[in-house]
């Protein structure tokens, strides 16, 4: 029962905003729709296709490199190539708008170069569209990368030797063979990015990009229209349930084995020459871009206003992030190990359905999840404050919208996947039967649950709740609709600098937010290496 009742309220927010569909309609709504709605669409599919185009060469590309071939750097740049997931979208966003700045380095070297006045547009070309697809698609391409990389390293070495001596070229052993066998990976991954544009706010707003998110906070907080913005987000909830059904639709009842029994790890094929060099530049070019020289310019602006900006203030904003993502990530843990365990001591088909059910949520943009929460909350609301009206005569003021505990379980909802598939693998992997036996010799399911699972899944939870935590921590649409008022973290804080263009006093709060971001990346490489046997 308590295992329903945590799904229903996960599950609480999407169900509020397709029941708010059903509701009345807003002139501001109507205006919306016949004015800006299909810039919005259209925006939206534009950038879509083309980070996922981006991230799906970039990715595949340099996957497939340090997967399979032997070339200068490749150890540290099969690293390096994670390095920008760390990095969030909106500090990436206003750092480039800086460098490309008339004053900044770019166009400084590039006036060296060319004539005075000649690279004067830069800056403006950069914030537009496709300048919004290029950021986007510098930070997401790890995705793809990760994924494909795991699936390149699972495959069979003999397969692909086997192409080779039916006389397959090196290209074609890799459209042919490789890549229809990497294809769930890769599809999963590129699934993950279009998530995450649909998601972003952040930089399509810093650049003036019109999209879905940016819809639904103007909707909100500029013309204070909750119908609106209920409908924006269902909208935006309808693209990426579309995502969800093409991404199953492609995978079908089709199944894929890498390769024989006799699995070998795939030994890298040694590139010479030219060759090695151009897959060096190939792979270096996205670590350069998509992490060195962002962090170059924030560590430059971040020693310039250090003496100014290490305040009490700056540890207020650090006490707050990182006292939100600890409670949200301890909450999210115990909210998944319920659900996980439960599906354990009864997989009926009604718990295994929930448990899946409750995972939806990382799939749903943060600016949805927020407007989902608020419409229900601030109803509660009403129902209590009118409810102490009528037996005291008195008012009170909001208990759950606008709190802590509104923007903790706005979290939970958006990240328990994340927490959720770690413990769900967990059990299966390290567990196996030992709770079975542990209950068969008298030992209630609580008391197994403490003494044998959690000991052993210690590592497990650690890396769930450092996973839920750091997604937390970069939180941005989300946080900035349901924060308390006068609340900030340091990803709004660094956001809000930014727009003002304080962009070196946003920094430290953004290196501080790329430093914790750093070691889940690590943990993932670490994982994804051992499929090497190293």
Not at 143 to 161: D, H, M, N, P, W
Request: glycine residues 8%; charged residues 10%.
């Amino acid at each position: 029962m308590a295992t329903l009742l945590t799904v229903a309220l996960i599950l609480l927010p999407i169900a509020a905003i397709l029941l708010g569909i059903f509701g009345e309609s807003s002139d501001t709504w109507r205006h919306l729709a016949s004015t800006v709605l299909t810039d919005y669409l259209v925006n939206s599919t534009v950038l879509v296709i083309g980070v996922g185009t981006v991230t799906l060469v970039v990715g595949v590309g340099t996957a497939w490199l340090v997967a399979t071939c032997e070339f200068p750097g490749r150890r540290i740049l099969e690293t390096g190539l994670i390095l920008p997931l760390a990095m969030p979208t909106y500090i990436m966003a206003y750092t480039y708008a800086e460098l490309f700045a008339h004053t900044g380095p770019v166009q400084s070297f590039l006036q060296l170069i060319f004539s005075p006045g000649s690279t004067a547009g830069l800056r403006t070309a950069l914030m537009s569209l496709p300048g919004a697809t290029f950021i986007l698609a510098l930070v997401l391409y790890p995705y793809v990368y990760l994924i494909t990389r795991a699936s390149f390293l699972k495959q069979s070495g003999g397969v692909l030797e086997t192409s080779r001596i039916l006389g397959k070229s090196g290209w074609s052993s890799f459209f042919q063979v490789a890549l229809p066998m990497a294809r769930p990976a890769v599809v999963a991954g590129v699934t993950l990015v279009l998530m995450e544009v649909l998601n972003e706010y952040g930089a399509v707003t810093y650049f003036g990009v019109s999209t879905f998110t940016t819809g639904i906070f103007r909707a909100w907080f500029s013309l204070g229209d909750t119908p609106s913005a209920i409908r924006l987000s269902a909208c935006l909830l309808a693209f990426v349930f579309v995502l969800i059904l093409a991404e199953r639709a492609q995978r079908g009842r089709a199944r894929f084995d890498h390769g024989s029994s006799r699995y070998r790890p795939v030994t890298p094929f040694q590139l010479q020459g030219a060759r090695a060099w151009l897959a060096t530049l190939a792979c270096a070019i996205p670590v350069l871009l998509g992490f060195v020289v962002p962090m170059i310019q924030l560590v430059t602006w971040a020693l310039e206003a250090a003496p100014q900006a290490l305040d009490s203030r700056f540890f207020a904003l650090a006490l707050n992030s990182f006292g939100l993502a600890l409670a949200a990530a301890l909450a999210a843990v115990a909210a998944s190990l319920l659900i996980v365990y439960s599906v354990r001591l009864s997989p009926t088909p009604l718990l295994r359905l929930s448990s899946r059910a409750a995972s939806l949520g990382y799939s749903v943009p943060g600016a949805v999840i927020a407007v989902g929460v608020m419409v229900p909350f601030i109803w509660v609301d009403r129902q209590v404050a009118g409810w102490i009206a009528s037996l005291t005569g008195s008012t009170v003021g909001l208990l759950l919208t606008g709190t802590v505990a509104a923007l903790v379980f706005a979290y939970v909802v958006r990240f328990l996947a994340v927490s959720l598939n770690p413990l769900d693998s967990g059990f299966e992997r390290v567990c196996g039967n030992l709770d079975e036996t542990s209950r068969s010799l008298g030992s209630p399911p609580m008391r197994t649950l403490i003494r044998v699972d959690i000991p052993l899944l210690k590592g497990t939870l650690l890396s769930a709740g450092l996973l839920v935590f750091v997604d937390v921590l970069k939180e941005l649409p989300l946080t900035l609709i349901l924060r308390p008022f006068d609340f900030d973290t340091l990803a709004t804080r660094a956001f809000q600098m930014a727009m003002d263009e304080q962009v070196a006093e946003s920094a430290l709060p953004a290196l501080l937010i790329i430093l914790v971001g750093l070691l889940p990346v690590i943990l993932l490489n670490q994982l994804i290496g051992r499929e090497r046997g190293r």
